[in-house]
C-alpha cells in the first residue's frame, strides 16, 4: 500500500513539474509570437535569445513584498491563488498523453473534467470578493458570469461527443477517433469548443474579468509576489488543459503514430491548439460585455442544443452507426444505403 501511494505521488510530481515548466515558457512562446505579429523584438536579452525571460520574471516576482489590503479577509485573500492553481493542475490527472500514459484512467474521465472545470470559478469569486475592492470585486462577478455562461455549452459539446464516442474515459474518446478525428464530421463543434474555451479560460477578446482599462486588471488588481504568480500560473495551466481537451476531443489525441512516439505527437497538436490562442489575441478586438452575453446564451446554447439533438437522432436513425465509420464505410462504398 505504501509503496503505491508513493508510486502515485512519484507520477502526480512527474506530471506537475513539466507542466509548471510549460506554463512558464508558454509566456514566452506567447510574448515571441505577439512580437513577431506586431513587428517588433519581444523578449531577446536574459538568455539566449530571450530564453530565460520567464526564469528572471519569477524570480523576480518570488522576491517582491507580499501584501494584504488592509480591510481584506486575509485567509480567502491567501488561499484563493492555491485554489486556482490547485484546480488548475488537478484537471491533468485523467488527460492520457498516450495509450495507458495517464496518471488516473478514470472510466468517467470526462465527468471528472466537467467537475473540474466548474470548481474553477471559486478561487477568482474569493479573490475578488476577499480583497474589499470593487475593481476585484466587479472582476470576480464578471467571470463568475462568465465561466457559468459558457460552461453550459461546453457541457453539451460534451454530450455530443460522450455520444459518439460511446464512453466517458478519456482514452476510449480518443480510440473512437482510430477511424477518423472527430474535428472532420464535428467541425462546427469544434469551433464552438474553441470559442467557448476562450471565454472559459479568461482569455482575448473574451478578457472582461481583467479588463485593463477599467477594472485595472480585475479580481487580481490587489495582488501582488506570489499571490499574483499564482495566479498567472493557474490561467496558463487551465489554457493548457483546454488545449489538450480539444487534442483529445477532436484532434484524435496521440492517434498517427506508434505507441513510442505517441506523446510526441500528442504535444505537436498541442502545440498547434496553443498558436490558435496566441493567434486569437493578436488579431482580434476584446468584446463588449453584452456582446459576451450574447454570444454565450443565444448563439452558443442553441447551437450547442441543436447538435445534440442532431448527433442523437443520427444515431438512432442510422443503428448507432458513429459518424468517422459512416464517413470511412461511405468512402470504401461499403455502406448500405
Known amino acids: 500500500m505504501?509503496?503505491?501511494?508513493?508510486?502515485?505521488?512519484?507520477?502526480?510530481?512527474?506530471l506537475a513539474i513539466p507542466l509548471l515548466l510549460s506554463v512558464a515558457f508558454l509566456t514566452l512562446a506567447e510574448r515571441k509570437v505577439l512580437a513577431a505579429m506586431q513587428r517588433r523584438r519581444g523578449p531577446n536579452v536574459v538568455g539566449l535569445l530571450g530564453m530565460m525571460q520567464p526564469?528572471?520574471?519569477?524570480?523576480?516576482?518570488?522576491?517582491?513584498?507580499?501584501?494584504?489590503?488592509?480591510?481584506s479577509n486575509k485567509i480567502l485573500f491567501a488561499v484563493a491563488p492555491f485554489i486556482t492553481l490547485f484546480l488548475a493542475v488537478s484537471g491533468w490527472a485523467v488527460i492520457p498523453l498516450g495509450e495507458g500514459v495517464v496518471l488516473s484512467d478514470l472510466d468517467l474521465g470526462l465527468l471528472y473534467i466537467?467537475?473540474?472545470?466548474?470548481?474553477?470559478?471559486y478561487g477568482v469569486v474569493l479573490a475578488g470578493w476577499s480583497s474589499n475592492s470593487r475593481y476585484a470585486f466587479l472582476g470576480a462577478l464578471r467571470s463568475a458570469a462568465q465561466m457559468i455562461s459558457y460552461e453550459v455549452s461546453i457541457g453539451l459539446i460534451l454530450i455530443g461527443i460522450l455520444l459518439s464516442s460511446g464512453s466517458l474515459n478519456l482514452t476510449q474518446v480518443v480510440l473512437s477517433q482510430s477511424e477518423c478525428w472527430f474535428v472532420i464530421p464535428f467541425f462546427p463543434l469544434?469551433?464552438?469548443?474553441?470559442?467557448s474555451a476562450l471565454a472559459e479560460t479568461n482569455r482575448p477578446p473574451f478578457d472582461l474579468p481583467e479588463a485593463e482599462a477599467e477594472l485595472v486588471s480585475g479580481y487580481n488588481v490587489e495582488y501582488s509576489a506570489i499571490g499574483f504568480v499564482l495566479f498567472f500560473?493557474?490561467?496558463?495551466?487551465?489554457?493548457?488543459l483546454m488545449s489538450a481537451l480539444i487534442t483529445i476531443f477532436f484532434l484524435g489525441g496521440w492517434l498517427g503514430a506508434g505507441l513510442a512516439i505517441a506523446p510526441l505527437v500528442f504535444l505537436i497538436k498541442l502545440l498547434l491548439v496553443l498558436f490558435l490562442f496566441i493567434w486569437v489575441r493578436a488579431a482580434f478586438p476584446?468584446?463588449?460585455?453584452?456582446?459576451?452575453?450574447?454570444?454565450?446564451?443565444?448563439?452558443?446554447l442553441p447551437l450547442a442544443l441543436g447538435w445534440v439533438m442532431f448527433i442523437s437522432s443520427w444515431?438512432?436513425?442510422?443503428?448507432?452507426?458513429?459518424?468517422c465509420l459512416f464517413?470511412?464505410?461511405?468512402?470504401?462504398g461499403s455502406v448500405n444505403w
Do not use: C, H
Open 55 to 71: 526564469i528572471a520574471d519569477g524570480v523576480k516576482m518570488i522576491f517582491k513584498e507580499t501584501l494584504f489590503p488592509s480591510l
Open 327 to 332: 464517413i470511412s464505410s461511405a468512402v470504401d
Open 2 to 14: 505504501l509503496l503505491f501511494a508513493l508510486y502515485t505521488l512519484f507520477k502526480a510530481v512527474a
Open 190 to 195: 469544434f469551433l464552438l469548443f474553441f470559442v
Open 233 to 240: 500560473i493557474g490561467e496558463y495551466a487551465n489554457i493548457i
Open 286 to 300: 476584446r468584446y463588449r460585455y453584452d456582446q459576451l452575453m450574447r454570444l454565450g446564451w443565444k448563439v452558443f
Open 315 to 323: 444515431l438512432f436513425a442510422f443503428d448507432w452507426l458513429p459518424f
Open 114 to 121: 466537467f467537475g473540474i472545470s466548474s470548481l474553477g470559478v
